[in-house]
């Protein structure tokens, strides 16, 4: 199998050698939590976002992702992934086509996650209903699922994204 060497290469390598090159993180979190934002501030030049939101179906999502495994292009899951068997049909397919996956949890209180809503442009609110419903099902994920790297994200009082490794 042809892979990319630190150098850019086409070599023959490991798969932690490639690891650094081929990312599929996964964000876990409640509607309003911020997920959409952080992606644009830290991985909008080097990843493609995968989200239910931009492409409206599973088919055209699995497509995406295929094409990703197909290309080792790095990306985000951009979806609220509440839970584990939600994570877990990613996680397998990310290590299966050999890539890193890395989780962040943005752990939004859901009161903040509300307010953020209803600040929205009017064509991207979500009903209430459907945030206290993902609250309500949401589970803190584990390495345990199969992440390599899991970190929780919140958002101090300065509106700013705090991150920390949750690695343990």
């Not at 989780?103 to 064509?123: H, M, Q, T, V």
């Amino acid at each position: 199998m042809l892979k990319f060497s630190k150098s850019d290469e086409v070599t023959t390598g490991t798969v932690c050698d490639l690891q650094c090159c081929m990312q599929a993180v996964i964000f876990i979190g409640i509607q309003g939590s911020g997920k959409t934002t952080f992606f644009k501030d830290e991985f909008f030049r080097t990843h493609l976002r995968i989200s239910l939101d931009l492409f409206r179906t599973r088919y055209r999502e699995e497509k995406f992702l295929q094409t990703c495994f197909d290309t080792s292009m790095r990306f985000v899951i951009d979806n609220t992934n509440p839970t584990v068997p939600d994570r877990a049909r990613y996680i397998r397919l990310a290590k299966d086509g050999h890539f890193k996956v890395i989780g962040y949890f943005f752990d939004s209180p859901l009161e903040d996650a509300l307010n953020r809503n209803a600040i929205r442009s009017e064509k991207e609110i979500i009903p209430e209903k459907g945030i206290r419903a993902t609250h309500n099902k949401l589970q803190e994920p584990t390495l345990e699922e199969g992440f390599d790297e899991l970190y929780r994200v919140t958002i101090n009082q300065q509106g700013l994204f705090v991150v920390e490794s949750i690695n343990k």
